[in-house]
């Protein structure tokens, strides 16, 4: 699939994957609305790993004589029904067992397009194991679109802030989440540092400025290839660290969204591995969309 068949047929999917913790509370309220607004396909998803099945079994004195212990798969299939009873569209409800990755990955294997909701990955090495052994194994798949959710869904995404970086992934972010959030507002802020700035015979405003201007070319470029039909983008290029500017930006404009490219190397490579995109993702206190090229 070329980068320009990002854009989401619809009806578009909505995966969301939940431990059932209070962390997932308001990536299911972001679901159930997105499940609305793209009507398509609705999964509700949690994968009951085997410690957590050992953990839950647990020696019980003085049982009643009706007491029927329900496996912890009935537990959570019970516990999701009664999340989606009132949901306004019909839910899928699916309960597995073992690796959560690796279930969650066959369910968008036969799923067609789909966007994955969950919450958000805590600080540190991308979260607990359970979470950041899932992340990793879904953004190893192609095309794979992954929303994390932070903040309560008061209402739908209308301006998004889209860290770029003018890369071909950076273009498939763009455009997979005009296709998610066509009505939104988009911003393109790219930062950018200079190696050894202070040993350049230029002042280092001259050098900044200069700079400024050729990534403001080449970011013009950027939009206008193949992504001039989305109308007009605010193009921002700072100097700094671009997971800093995500924040700062962030903190005085409040976008609903922030969007990040990653190419997906290996063992999720360009989220683990020190880059721009996983100290985004990790950092920031807004709801994150990541794209898998």
Do not use: K
Not at 28 to 44: F, V
Not at 54 to 61: E, Y
Request: charged fraction near 25%; include cysteine; proline fraction near 5%.
């Amino acid at each position: 699939m070329s980068e320009h068949d990002t854009t989401a047929p619809h009806p578009l999917g909505v995966l969301l994957a939940t431990d059932l913790g209070p962390r997932c509370d308001r990536a299911t309220d972001r679901a159930i609305r997105l499940a609305r607004e793209h009507g398509g396909p609705a999964i509700a998803a949690t994968i009951v790993e085997a410690g957590e099945a050992l953990a839950q079994n647990v020696p019980r004195h003085a049982i009643p004589s009706w007491y029927r212990a329900p496996s912890p798969q009935a537990r959570a299939e019970r516990r999701l029904h009664r999340e989606f009873a009132d949901a306004g569209t019909t839910w899928d409800v699916r309960v597995g067992e073992g690796s959560a990755g690796e279930q969650l990955a066959g369910i968008l294997d036969g799923g067609g397009d789909m966007l994955v909701v969950t919450g958000p990955v805590r600080q540190g090495v991308l979260g607990p194991a359970v979470l950041g052994s899932t992340v990793d194994r879904l953004l190893r798949r192609a095309e794979t679109s992954l929303l994390m959710v932070r903040e309560r869904a008061h209402a739908d995404y209308r301006h998004l802030l889209v860290a770029s970086d003018f890369s071909a992934p950076s273009r498939a972010a763009l455009r997979r989440a005009h296709a998610l959030f066509p009505e939104a507002r988009m911003t393109l802020l790219h930062g950018f540092q200079i190696p050894m700035l202070g040993l350049m015979d230029t002042t280092q405003d001259d050098a900044i400025a200069q700079t400024r201007r050729q990534l403001r070319e080449e970011g013009q470029a950027f939009l206008h290839d193949g992504l001039a039909d989305f109308g007009e983008v605010e193009l921002l290029v700072e100097h700094g660290d671009p997971a800093r500017l995500v924040q700062q930006y962030l903190e005085t404009f409040s976008p609903d969204l922030v969007v990040v490219g990653t190419h997906g190397h290996g063992a999720v490579y360009e989220l683990v591995v020190g880059s721009v995109a996983r100290r985004i993702v990790t950092t920031t206190t807004a709801d994150t969309l990541v794209v898998r090229a």
